[in-house]
Nanobody, 126 residues
Framework: QVQLVESGGGLVQTGGSLRLSCVVSGRTFMTYAAGWFRQAPGKEREFVATINWSHSSTYYADSVKDRFAISRDNAKNTVYLQMNNLKPEDTAIYYC???????????????????WGQGTQVTVSS
């Protein structure tokens, strides 16, 4: 079985920064794309960022482009999301996910992710 555990969430003021981490354990020999999604209260889950296995390619939602950066350290089985210049509209539960189906590429579609973490709360105060 595969487990994903996020950490690094918290309360921050507008303009502040946070770094989320996601440790992947279990079948760590697998090749997978990684992604971050978020869900705000009363809203549907939305895609945030994704990175391929070799971390040579990334893709971001327009709402976070130029503010967020996704990265990964395969030796540590860890995926990161650096969030800068945070805004109140970034408030949400953030989930990391792993997609075997994406192979060596990446995907923005939640249904193509096989494993999910439990989420970490990010709250941005105005």
């Amino acid at each position: 079985q595969v487990q994903l555990v996020e950490s690094g969430g918290g309360l921050v003021q507008t303009g502040g920064s946070l770094r989320l981490s996601c440790v992947v354990s279990g079948r760590t020999f697998m090749t997978y794309a990684a992604g971050w999604f978020r869900q705000a209260p009363g809203k549907e889950r939305e895609f945030v960022a994704t990175i391929n296995w070799s971390h040579s390619s990334t893709y971001y939602a327009d709402s976070v482009k130029d503010r967020f950066a996704i990265s990964r350290d395969n030796a540590k089985n860890t995926v990161y999301l650096q969030m800068n210049n945070l805004k109140p509209e970034d408030t949400a539960i953030y989930y990391c996910a792993a997609s075997i189906a994406a192979g060596l590429g990446w995907t923005t579609h939640g249904h193509e992710y096989d494993f999910w973490g439990q989420g970490t709360q990010v709250t941005v105060s105005s």
